[in-house]
């Protein structure tokens, strides 16, 4: 199966000689060799991702995927699950932070139902429910391979769409009680680390609740012992619907050439498992923040990547995503717009 994911998304390389064109040009503006830091890489990456110089950037979109979990049920969560299905109609309403975020940046939102267990989903909110909520991973496998599938297929349907759309920077997150205990499984499989070094307090457990969360982990990695060479195995047992989801944007995303701006630890997990899946995924990829969650510095530093922004967020939804939004403008309007020391007749 992980050769069939191989065939399915061809993932194209970047342009790198577009990459050193925009490097040239940066290096040429009006300052000293470096100086902008972090903007000067935006746009030089950018630039491979869209082979642009300047790349036009000014359509966005974040991408809100949200499922339950049942392991839930074993008492990992400051809040009950219902609060999943409530969120949902919090973003269908734009009352969320993402959505204040998202109006502020003028980017578009869309949220997906990718496996609540509400019955019907409000209005605004695309449906592509694979089932209501994971079984309990500390008792079985999350999911079937099956479902895992189709969820995959769900985020990728969604990257083509907007492609399609016009849409030139997206962003993904996530909404589901219970995702940080399987975003941390999965984290564990896949990098290797001890359980305690990637768990903490989530939605805001106390020091009893991140111990039964770490007991949880560790039983449901030792009851389904998933497979860290094969991603989508360990997305199917220790997963989410939404994890899932999300790397199937990803994958899609770049096979189509379209820069995704990462989140917190549970996007990072998802990306981790897509990067797993089709090394050149991580070309595509942006980390905008690092989370207070103790997994998430771990996760970035399994993909080699360097966060823009750290604010402490450990919200979820795509919030830190879309605040870095602000920071590719100003990297593609600097590159753009700045004179460069040739205009003012040095060389």
Not at 3 to 25: L, S, Y
Not at 43 to 53: D, E
Not at 193 to 219: A, C, H, Q, Y
Not at 295 to 303: I, M, P, V
């Amino acid at each position: 199966m992980q050769q069939h994911q191989r065939k399915q998304w061809r993932i194209p390389p970047v342009d790198t000689q577009m990459e050193e064109k925009a490097r040239k040009h940066v290096d040429q503006l009006t300052k000293p060799t470096g100086a902008l830091g972090d903007l000067e890489e935006l746009v030089v990456r950018l630039a491979g991702i869209t082979g642009q110089v300047f790349s036009d950037i000014s359509k966005k979109g974040v991408a809100i995927f949200c499922a339950d979990h049942g392991v839930t049920v074993e008492g990992v969560s400051a809040y009950p699950a219902e609060v999943t299905g409530l969120m949902i109609g919090n973003f269908s309403r734009g009352k969320a932070a993402v959505n204040v975020l998202a109006q502020r940046f003028q980017s578009e939102v869309a949220v997906v139902d990718v496996g609540s267990r509400l019955p019907k989903p409000p209005e605004g909110v695309l449906e592509r429910k694979v089932r209501s909520g994971t079984a309990n991973m500390a008792q079985g496998p999350a999911m079937t391979r099956q479902e895992a599938e189709e969820a995959l297929q769900a985020g990728a349907d969604l990257a083509s769409s907007w492609k399609g759309a016009g849409l030139q920077l997206t962003a993904v997150g996530e909404m589901g009680i219970g995702n940080t205990t399987s975003a941390s499984a999965v984290a564990a499989c896949l990098t290797g680390k001890p359980v305690r070094r990637l768990i903490g307090r989530g939605t805001g457990l106390d020091e009893e609740g991140v111990r039964r969360k770490g007991e949880v982990i560790t039983r449901s990695l030792q009851v389904n012992r998933p497979d860290p060479r094969d991603p989508l195995d360990v997305l199917t047992k220790v997963g989410g619907l939404e994890l899932a989801a999300m790397a199937g944007f990803m994958l899609e995303a770049s096979h189509l050439r379209l820069p995704v701006v990462l989140d917190g630890l549970i996007t990072t997990a998802a990306a981790l498992a897509a990067v797993r899946m089709e090394p050149r995924v991580r070309s595509y990829l942006f980390a905008s923040h690092q989370s207070a969650e103790p997994g998430h510095a771990l996760l970035l530093e399994a993909l080699d990547m360097r966060p823009l922004i750290s604010a402490g967020m450990r919200l979820g939804e795509g919030s830190g995503a879309v605040l870095a939004f602000p920071l590719f403008d100003a990297a593609v309007a600097t590159a753009r717009e700045m004179a460069t020391f040739a205009e003012l007749g040095l060389e």
